[in-house]
C-alpha cells in the first residue's frame, strides 16, 4: 500500500475507535435535546441541566457531568460526535505524532463538552489556553494546520478572576500535594523502596525544594499516556549552560519492566541533595564544576503495566514496551546504518549524522521525540542509560557492521574512551568485579564486564548509537542485574553496589579537554568543528563557542575549524592520571588573513602543548534547540496538506478553518 494512502487508513482507524458507530447510551431526551431553564448571552456560564458526560474521547477528562447545548451549538450526542471538531480530538495525537497530548485533546474537550456543576456551566481558564497554543504552534505549524478555531482562547475561555478552572488539573491533581517524610526521621533519610510515579513525583521535587540553590525539576515532555517526564537537575546555577561546565545526563527505565535504574536515580537525587548540604568535599565539587541531569523513568506508561504484576512476579517482557507498544530502545534514528555507508568514503564527515526525512513517517514514540528535542537542547558530553537483565556495561556501537552477523565486534572511533568510561563503572562495582563465575552476568567476566555492543547482540535503533552520531554525547548501557523487577529487600544493596560506579562514571566528564573557540575579536563562534587526527569522528562548539573533548591520555594532534575561517592545530599531552580537562582555547583568523591552512608535519612537534589550568565556569544559558520540522508535509503549489483527504471523507461538512491558506 502507498504510504499516503496507509496514513490515511491509519487514520480512519483511530477515528473508528474514537467514535464508534453505537451511541454511548440515551439522549437527555428522545429529541436528543436537554431542556434549558435559562441561558445567558454571552458564552459565560449558563444554567442548564446537567447531564453524565458519555464521550469515549473525553473520559478522563476532570469532571463527570456535562450540559445540552455546547457553546459549539451542539444539541445532541449525535452531533457531537459526527462534528469535524470532535473528529480532530479523536485522530489529533497522530497528526501530532505525540505532542501536546493529552493537553490538547482534555482543552478542546472542555470546549466540546462544557463542564457542568449544580445547573450551570464553567469556562476554563484562558491562561491554560494561551500557555498551550504557544507551546503547541510549532506542532500545528509542521503539518500546515491552522489552530482550531474552538480552541480561540479570547472566545471560549475565561479569566481566572471569572471563576475558570483548568482542564488540566487531572494530569498533576495529586502530584502536587507534598507529602512529609516519616515523622522522627532525619531529611537525609532515603526510603530504599519501589516508587510509584506520583510517590516519584514527589520525592523529586521534595529533593529539589530542600537544595533549591543547586537543583531543580522541569519536563522535558510527557509519555503516550499524558505522564511528565520529570528531570531534576544539579547544578550550581540550576536551570541554566555555564561556560564550559559539563552536562551529564542519566536515564532510568527505558524499559518500563527494568526497574533498578529507575530507583537508583531517585536515590541518587536524595543523596546529591544530602551530601551537598552536609558539606561533602567530593559532592560540592561535583555539583559546582558539573550540571546533572538525571530523569528516573523514561517510559512511566510501561512501568504501571510491569508494577501492577509486582516484583518478583513480573514477566520478562511485561510492560517493556511504551503504551503504543513500541520498544523505546529501539524507537530512535538508525544512524548507525548510514554511518557504515559513509565510512567508506574518505573526506566525508560520520559525525553529526542528520536525521532522514523518511524517519518521521514512521510511529516516533512520543517519549523518543522528547529525549531527541532534550538533546537538541542541551550540549550534553556524556551520558548512562540503565537497564536490567544482566550484569555488564556496554558501550557503541550497538548495531553490527555487517548487518547479517549477529554478534560482531563493531568499534566506534572513540573505542579507546569508550572502553575507558564502561571500565570507570565496571572497575568500582562489587559485583561486576566478583570473580565467582556463577554469579549474574558470569559469561562477561573474562571481558572484565565490558562489552561492545554489538559483539553481545546486534539491534538498529538504539539511544547509545544516536547519541554518538547525532550529537557530541557518549552514552552507554549498563545493565544493573539479572533482575529486572527486583524485590525491595535488595533495594539498599543496590544502592551500595551502584553509588561509587556511578558518582565515579559522572566524574569521567572532565577528562580530556574543553576550552572556547572564539575569532579574533573575542566573538564566540558556534558550530565550530573540534578534529582529532587518527580519530574520524568531530564534536561541534556550543552555542556560546565552548566545547569538551572526551580523549584518553596520550598525544594528541586538535585542531579546530569553521567555515570562512583558517584552521588552527594544536598538540595535546594528556597525562595518565590527569582528572579534569585540559584548558584548550582556539582563536580563528579570517581566511586570508592569518597563518596557513595547514602545518607542514614537520613543525608539529614544534605545536603548542595543552595544560591543565583552573577553570571558573561563568556564562549565560543557551538558548533550547528546536526539533526537526518535517516539511515533507508542507503543500505545495497551493495544494491541501496530505491530511485534508482524511477530513473531506468522512464528513459533509469540510472543516475549511483546519487550513492556514
Known sequence: MPLLPLLLATLALLATSAHPGCRPGPDPDPAGKVPQQGASTHLGTFYSTCVDLRLRTCADAAYNRTAFPTPLEHRSWEVVESSPEYMLLGVLHFLLEGQCNPDLRLL?????????????????????????????????????????????????????????????????????????PPSGLPPTFIRFAHHSYVQMVRVLKR???????VAKTYSIGRSFDGKDLL???????????ELMEPEVKLIGNIHGNEVAGREMLIYLAQYLCSEYLLGNPRIQRLLNTTRIHLLPSMNPDGY????????????????RQNAQNLDLNRNFPDLTSEYYRLAS????????????????WGKVAPETKAIMKWMQSIPFVLSASLHGGDLVVSYPFDFSKHPQEEKMFSPTPDEKMFKLLARAYADVHPMMMDRSENRCGGNFLKRGSIINGADWYSFTGGMS?????????FEITVELGCVKFPPEEVLYGLW???????????????????????????????????????????????????????????????????PGYSKVMKRVTIPLRMK??????????????????????????????????????????????????????????????????????????????????
Open 496 to 562: 551500595q553496589h551502584n553509588k561509587e560506579p556511578l558518582l565515579n562514571f559522572m566524574e569521567m566528564v572532565h577528562r580530556g579537554i574543553k576550552g572556547v573557540v572564539t575569532d579574533k575579536y573575542g566573538k564566540p563562534v558556534k558550530n565550530a568543528r573540534i578534529l582529532v587526527k587518527g580519530i574520524r569522528h568531530d564534536i561541534t562548539t556550543a552555542p556560546d563557542g565552548d566545547y569538551w573533548r572526551l580523549l584518553p591520555p596520550g598525544s594528541h594532534i586538535v585542531i579546530a575549524q569553521a
Open 345 to 360: 568514503n574518505r573526506g566525508v564527515r560520520t559525525d553529526h549524522i542528520p536525521i532522514s526525512q523518511y524517519y518521521w
Open 108 to 180: 478542546g474537550c472542555s470546549v466540546l463538552a462544557p463542564r457542568c456543576e449544580d445547573g450551570h456551566t464553567r469556562r476554563p481558564c484562558r491562561h491554560i489556553c494561551e500557555g498551550l497554543r504557544e507551546a503547541c504552534q510549532p506542532a500545528f505549524d509542521a503539518i500546515d494546520m491552522a489552530w482550531p478555531y474552538f480552541l480561540d482562547c479570547a472566545r471560549y475561555f475565561a479569566p481566572e478572576e471569572e471563576g475558570c478552572y483548568s482542564p488540566l488539573e487531572q494530569l498533576r491533581g495529586e502530584l502536587d500535594i507534598e507529602e512529609a
Open 207 to 213: 529533593t529539589a525544594s530542600r537544595c533549591p540553590q
Open 231 to 241: 528531570v531534576i537537575e544539579f547544578s550550581s546555577r540550576p536551570g541554566q549552560h
Open 304 to 319: 504501571e503495566v510491569a508494577s501492577a504484576e509486582g516484583a518478583g512476579y513480573n514477566g520478562w517482557t511485561s510492560g
Open 465 to 473: 548509537d544516536f547519541n554518538y552520531l547525532h550529537t557530541n554525547c
Open 580 to 661: 579534569r580537562a585540559g584548558r584548550v582555547d582556539f582563536i580563528l583568523q579570517p581566511l586570508g588573513m592569518g597563518p596557513k591552512n595547514f602545518l607542514p608535519k614537520d613543525f608539529l612537534p614544534g605545536l603548542p602543548r595543552a595544560v591543565p589550568q583552573s577553570w571558573e565556569p561563568q556564562g549565560e544559558p543557551t538558548e533550547p534547540g528546536l526539533e526537526p520540522l518535517r516539511a515533507r508535509r508542507q503543500p505545495a503549489g497551493g495544494s491541501k496538506p496530505w491530511w485534508w483527504s482524511y477530513f473531506t471523507s468522512l464528513s459533509p461538512h469540510k472543516p475549511r478553518w483546519l487550513l492556514k491558506y
